[in-house]
């Protein structure tokens, strides 16, 4: 396959779908990342909020509980297993048909040894993802240090269930980016010239 | 102060000492590393090889026992503990004389609030690495697997005891390439762009 992908980690609050958004613009490819979600809801039957809650996010509790019986062996599927199974399948379908951009979902995993990657993650320092969620999807009930690092820890346990592999991780990826030290400007440069 | 730093912090193996040199040759600034261990052996009395085996590395046993007693508190300071001392005010006096590139030994730890710093970490894929180093330095009686694994081990722990982070942790670098993904001239490059 000569297809490139690029694919984007990123902590929540970082910048990364946005900088995805704004390399794949640079570079005239798309950039998948609400189209996964609504593809994913399209294919599997579940409605889109469940899949954009679901994907991505090891729902602990109802997951992790559900994934192993009592005795720690697997037990059937749970409904994450089965989306696990429709975003796998999309995203390689994906990269078979063009070269593009893939936000988060484990792509990076999911397409290793199927196409030529450029694996990525964008992190920033703990303030300036904090100040960003609170800009633009506002304040809640729960704290912002809360919201971060719930978020980040449910990526990285989906991440791990799902690869065997350690979220942001410096041996997964090929380049990793602190957008707030940098600037998302640069990060964008960056990828871009790599590509 | 107004020196622009760019710290490099670098896996046994990576090509991360030769990808620091090349940036400062582009950039028409020094590159400290080796010129470090002379400063450090002339300002603390130590030979030349007992810095370099000491500086950066931690070498456990006599190091590990005798920084903390029997009971887990410090006890007097060692010669490492005399040698980070030495080093410290050293890079800081680089920092404080002339922009520049600094090789390892926590420079970035060392210099956080000191000065404007780019910090780099560069890593590489265990089978480049592993091939590498048996290009550089020959082979040894220690399989290559062992020799890596034992010198990352050291400076993660070195990194560890005097800075109190985790060496190669994302959150402690501004960028973090894959010199055997990327390819080192890329690497020079792209940090060269950055400064």
New interface residues.
């Given amino acids: 396959m000569s297809n490139r992908i690029i694919t984007i980690g990123r902590e929540f609050g970082s910048g990364g779908r946005t900088i995805g958004r704004e390399v794949a613009k640079k570079l005239g490819i798309p950039c998948y990342d609400q189209e996964l979600i609504e593809k994913m809801a399209e294919e599997s039957g579940f409605t889109r909020e469940y899949v954009e809650k679901e994907s991505e996010n090891a729902s602990l509790g109802s997951w992790a509980a559900s994934a192993l019986g009592m005795d720690g062996t697997y037990t059937a599927p749970t409904n994450q297993d089965r989306l696990w199974a429709v975003q796998s399948r999309i995203i390689r379908e994906i990269a078979e048909k063009e070269s593009c951009v893939i936000v988060g979902r484990c792509a990076d995993v999911i397409l290793e040894d199927k196409a030529d990657l450029l694996?990525v993650?964008i992190?920033a320092d703990f303030d300036a993802r904090a100040k960003r969620i609170v800009e633009k999807y506002g304040e809640t009930e729960v704290p912002t240090e809360k919201r971060l690092r719930d978020k980040d820890k449910r990526r990285a346990l989906y991440y791990q269930f799902y690869t065997d592999r350690k979220w942001?991780d410096?041996?997964n990826?090929?380049?990793?980016?602190?957008s707030s030290?940098?600037g998302p400007e640069?990060c964008v440069d960056?990828i871009a010239?790599?590509y």
């Fill in positions: 694996r993650f992190h942001g410096i041996e990826y090929d380049i990793i980016l602190n030290a940098l640069r960056i010239t790599l």
